[in-house]
């Protein structure tokens, strides 16, 4: 793979979140040298290309296969881009990235959970691809209808969207059941928007289901942490989160995290493209359930109606 066949987007974030992103597309050598890095990142500035392939049970060349294929010229470029990296990083960010101990106190849970999450936020921001984004923003905003499939923690970031665009008026349905939603993408058509979610990009149930909304001439959106997974194979649009998984599946519940980053950068950007019909639609949704909120006052014109 050469440098230009780097996902867009992908190569303005950092290295790490970058060889994060295309783990799983790498070929099995080169994801043992990604391991190697990943795993003691601040010691990459101090080894010999060597030591890096002896390591990760390989060659040298592999190891300058495996910096091209993140985007870097060679191993030289990879050892400096990770030093930068490392000296952007505090000693506070380094404790809290690490992984959650069994013994570890209550405080220093928390403390490590908010970090990761908002370090999800962060990363997921900084490599989000903007025409990528305003692909799909214009595709949704166009749509005729929009389905969301989604299975496991994705399937709740599949409702999320799924209310937000309903409340601003467009037709959306959230699908978690693999016999559900392939019975719905058979029913699109050319002018429709299909969105799969999946953190691996690796759910099958997930990627079938797009690849028969796509099979019926509907426009293909996946939403995966890695930009080169198999649901990007059966995908017009891939928009892509980084986040980092840990212990006790923190990265689970962080990736959700960034699904919902991506979800409300895509929402905004639907809601400004139709921003009259949005306005109307917050307005009358808004008055709708205005009287279900404690301490609200009624409805004049409803007791206006009644002779009161």
Same mark, same amino acid.
């Given at each position: 793979?050469?440098i230009?066949? &780097?996902?867009?987007?992908v190569?303005s974030?950092?290295?790490?979140v970058?060889? #994060?992103?295309?783990?799983p597309?790498?070929?099995?050598?080169?994801?043992?040298?990604?391991?190697?890095?990943?795993d003691?990142?601040?010691?990459?500035?101090?080894?010999? @290309?060597?030591?890096?392939?002896?390591?990760?049970?390989?060659?040298?060349?592999?190891?300058?296969?495996?910096? +091209?294929? @993140?985007?870097?010229?060679?191993y030289?470029?990879?050892r @400096?881009?990770?030093?930068?990296?490392?000296?952007?990083?505090?000693?506070?960010?380094? &404790?809290?990235?690490?992984?959650?101990?069994?013994?570890e106190?209550?405080?220093?849970?928390?403390?490590?959970v908010?970090?990761?999450?908002? +370090?999800?936020?962060?990363?997921?921001?900084?490599q989000?691809?903007?025409?990528?984004l305003?692909?799909?923003?214009?595709?949704?905003?166009?749509?005729?209808?929009?389905?969301v499939?989604?299975?496991?923690?994705?399937?709740?970031?599949?409702?999320?969207?799924?209310? +937000?665009?309903?409340?601003?008026?467009?037709?959306?349905?959230?699908?978690?059941?693999?016999?559900? =939603?392939?019975?719905?993408?058979?029913?699109?058509r050319?002018?429709?928007?299909?969105?799969?979610?999946?953190?691996?990009?690796?759910?099958?149930?997930?990627?079938?289901?797009?690849?028969?909304?796509?099979?019926?001439?509907?426009?293909?959106? =996946?939403?995966?942490?890695?930009?080169?997974?198999?649901?990007?194979?059966?995908?017009d649009?891939?928009?892509?989160?980084?986040? #980092?998984?840990?212990?006790?599946?923190?990265?689970?519940?962080?990736?959700? @995290?960034?699904?919902?980053? &991506?979800?409300?950068?895509?929402?905004i950007?639907?809601?400004q493209?139709?921003?009259?019909?949005?306005?109307?639609?917050?307005?009358?949704?808004?008055?709708?359930?205005?009287?279900h909120?404690?301490?609200? #006052?009624?409805?004049?014109?409803?007791?206006k109606e009644?002779g009161?």
């Amino acid at each position: 793979m050469a440098i230009d066949d &780097v996902p867009a987007g992908v190569g303005s974030s950092s290295p790490l979140v970058r060889i #994060r992103s295309l783990l799983p597309g790498l070929a099995k050598a080169e994801q043992r040298v990604a391991q190697v890095v990943l795993d003691a990142p601040a010691s990459i500035a101090r080894r010999s @290309i060597t030591d890096v392939a002896e390591t990760a049970g390989t060659s040298e060349t592999t190891v300058t296969r495996f910096c +091209k294929a @993140i985007g870097v010229g060679g191993y030289p470029d990879l050892r @400096i881009a990770l030093a930068a990296d490392t000296a952007r990083t505090s000693p506070r960010d380094r &404790v809290l990235g690490g992984e959650i101990e069994p013994g570890e106190r209550l405080e220093q849970i928390i403390d490590k959970v908010a970090y990761a999450d908002a +370090k999800a936020v962060e990363e997921t921001a900084g490599q989000l691809d903007a025409a990528e984004l305003g692909a799909v923003v214009a595709a949704v905003a166009q749509a005729r209808r929009i389905d969301v499939y989604g299975v496991g923690a994705s399937a709740f970031v599949g409702l999320d969207l799924q209310q +937000k665009l309903h409340r601003i008026g467009l037709t959306c349905f959230a699908w978690s059941d693999t016999h559900a =939603a392939l019975t719905s993408a058979a029913l699109l058509r050319e002018g429709d928007v299909a969105i799969g979610i999946s953190h691996t990009g690796a759910t099958t149930e997930t990627a079938e289901v797009l690849r028969e909304a796509g099979r019926r001439g509907a426009v293909t959106a =996946a939403l995966t942490n890695f930009s080169r997974s198999p649901i990007t194979e059966v995908a017009d649009h891939v928009l892509t989160t980084a986040v #980092r998984e840990t212990t006790y599946r923190s990265g689970a519940m962080a990736s959700r @995290i960034g699904q919902l980053t &991506v979800i409300d950068c895509l929402f905004i950007g639907v809601a400004q493209h139709r921003i009259e019909d949005t306005e109307a639609a917050l307005e009358a949704t808004y008055e709708a359930v205005g009287g279900h909120r404690l301490g609200a #006052r009624p409805d004049r014109r409803r007791h206006k109606e009644d002779g009161r």
